[in-house]
């Protein structure tokens, strides 16, 4: 008899275990909230930069799974109001927030993105989560608004103490061929160097 009950103990135990590992083990999560330039408008969706980004990530056996939250022609104003949903259904690790490039070509006012990415940076930060604010600039016809809009990313990313990516398109504005034809969403050829900018500014949250 006792032999039988030691023996079931250890039975339970293990499957007790079992149970556990998954949870244990379970990747972190990455949410990507952007517009078409995160979403991939035009191009495969396994060539755009975020699955790209889960390509790296397996690659170098880092321990994190990949959410495109991204959608085509968002504004931070959209954004914003979609963010607590997607947080309460993601529980991200880390919010890349790449949002505002549709704010400036409709020349909404820089106090309203300027406090759009505020306040989505602030409501991850309060889910424990670290925030990766993903710049963005205008073309020089623009004027002084161009400038006011590019230095909304880093007023918001140093206020709230979080990683900035200065420009996505960083190495890539200057070169037509990288572009589609509407000479706005980059080609699926473009995706790498986009990568590697926003990588620039993840790969230090990832440790």
């Known amino acids: 008899m006792f ?17 556990l590992a998954p949870a244990a083990q379970a990747a972190r999560t990455i949410l990507v909230f952007g517009d078409s330039l995160s979403a991939g ?17 397996r690659a170098r056996q880092l321990d994190y799974n990949v959410v495109n939250a991204s959608i085509s022609g968002e504004t931070s104003s959209g ?12 529980a991200p690790h880390i919010v890349i927030i790449a949002l505002g490039a549709n704010d400036g070509l409709r020349g909404l006012p820089i106090a309203t993105l300027r406090d759009n990415l505020t306040a989505m940076t602030s409501r991850a930060q309060q889910r424990k989560a670290r925030v990766l604010i993903v710049g963005q600039r205008l073309p020089p016809n623009y004027g002084a608004y161009a400038l006011q809009f590019h230095e909304a990313f880093a007023d918001v990313a140093r206020a709230r103490k979080v990683a900035l990516v200065d420009f996505l398109l960083d190495g890539i504005a200057e070169q037509p061929q990288l572009f589609q034809a509407d000479n706005l969403h980059p080609t699926a050829a473009a995706q790498p160097r ?11 949250l990832l440790k």
Do not use: M
């Open 3 to 19: 032999r039988f009950q030691s023996t079931c103990t250890r039975i339970l135990l293990l499957l007790g275990l079992a149970l």
């Open 41 to 57: 408008y035009g191009i495969r969706q396994d060539a755009a930069w975020p699955a790209l980004l889960s390509q790296r990530l």
């Open 79 to 90: 954004g914003r109001s979609r963010l607590d949903a997607a947080l309460e259904k993601h």
């Open 194 to 204: 986009l990568l590697d900018n926003v990588w620039r500014g993840l790969e230090p």
